[in-house]
């Protein structure tokens, strides 16, 4: 009688809880959650960093020919004889010559002979290098131009201007 009440307790005995198997493969599943998430996240932070970066290079990119066109706009006399560097005078700028050029990876402009001011066009965080300068003789009817081309953070970017008189 005795041994079969131990049995009936036993058997009529209802599992609480998780058993180690159970507890160990829930464990490894939490950390199979928790680390890929932290691997997006990481993805998504480094994708974000990467596009900030391309979009400074753009921006910077953007403003170096914007100024070369504005330097270019009504220019009386272009002298593209020291490579890499574009230097012009326009008819009645008071701060003659406007002068372009690449210096340790910015790009710089200097207005004026006396004195210079020279103010960087281009920020410490995109590398501006290969910046030159190209003289396109005149062909009738188009008229003389200069083609300008740049790298930013590695990205290649050219602009042509056409001079009108």
Do not use: C
């Not at 890929?36 to 994708?47: K, N, R, T």
């Amino acid at each position: 009688i005795l041994l079969r009440m131990i049995r009936k307790t036993t058997m009529n005995h209802n599992k609480k809880g998780f058993t180690l198997v159970e507890t160990l493969i829930y464990i490894a599943l939490l950390t199979l959650i928790i680390g890929s998430g932290v691997v997006a996240s990481f993805y998504v932070i480094d994708s974000s960093e990467k596009e900030k970066r391309n979009i400074n290079a753009i921006a910077e990119a953007a403003f170096l020919m914007r100024k070369i066109d504005w330097a270019l706009n009504g220019a009386d006399s272009v002298d593209l004889s020291v490579p890499g560097t574009l230097s012009v005078n326009k008819n009645g700028f008071p701060g003659n010559p406007i002068v372009i050029n690449s210096s340790s990876d910015r790009a710089q402009i200097t207005i004026g002979n006396a004195p210079p001011v020279t103010s960087q066009l281009t920020g410490d965080w995109v590398k501006i290098t290969g910046l030159t300068f190209l003289d396109i003789p005149a062909v009738p009817p188009k008229p003389a131009g200069v083609t300008a081309s740049f790298t930013a953070d590695g990205k290649p970017f050219e602009m042509t201007k056409y001079l009108r008189k």
